[in-house]
């Protein structure tokens, strides 16, 4: 009986589109899917929004960052809702790469986006309340030709503490 229990509640879990880490269990996914919540028990909710490769993304905290005539900014998009019952300031525990070919890696950076997402800008870092949401994104500077190269893989991967997700730009 506890098996089909068992059974019967991963299925469940499937279905309603949530991935989840045990405790102590890191999750480790290799190809993150836009609107599907992964969960790190204790910890958050992450869910992954859009991606895009844009020219400039405004203002990051005092820094002005655009791409230049040589580069495009990979921008990935999440939302991260604090599950822990003390306020939280994610930034310190993320950390961003792009890889081209297996073999080129490209570190990044991350900022938050304002409350109502109505801003291209990033605010300020700020602690994100229990149960709030906040508003991530995730950016590379690439330069033109990984980024104009369709032929060979192109992904980014976030690891939020100790957490990694990967999105595959290209495969």
């Known amino acids: 009986m506890r098996k089909i229990f068992a059974f019967a509640l991963v299925i469940a879990l499937m279905f309603a589109g949530i991935s989840f880490a045990d405790d102590g269990e890191k999750l480790k996914i290799d190809d993150v899917t836009f609107g599907k919540a992964y969960k790190i028990k204790g910890y958050a909710v992450i869910t992954f929004q859009e991606f895009s490769f844009v020219d400039s993304i405004g203002q990051l905290h005092t820094l002005n960052v ?46 938050q986006f304002n409350y109502n997402r109505s801003k291209t800008e ?50």
């Open 66 to 111: 655009e791409s230049g005539n040589e580069a495009d900014i990979a921008l990935l998009k999440a939302d991260i809702r604090n599950l822990q019952k003390k306020d939280v300031n994610f930034l310190g525990s993320i950390s961003v790469q792009a890889v081209y070919d297996d073999e080129y890696e490209y570190n990044g950076l991350t900022g």
């Open 122 to 171: 990033f605010a300020p870092d700020f602690s994100i309340e229990p149960m709030y949401t906040g508003h991530y994104g995730f950016f590379c500077k690439i330069p033109n030709y990984p980024v104009q190269d369709k032929t060979v893989p192109l992904r980014m991967t976030i690891t939020i503490d100790g957490n990694e997700f990967t999105y595959n730009i290209r495969k």
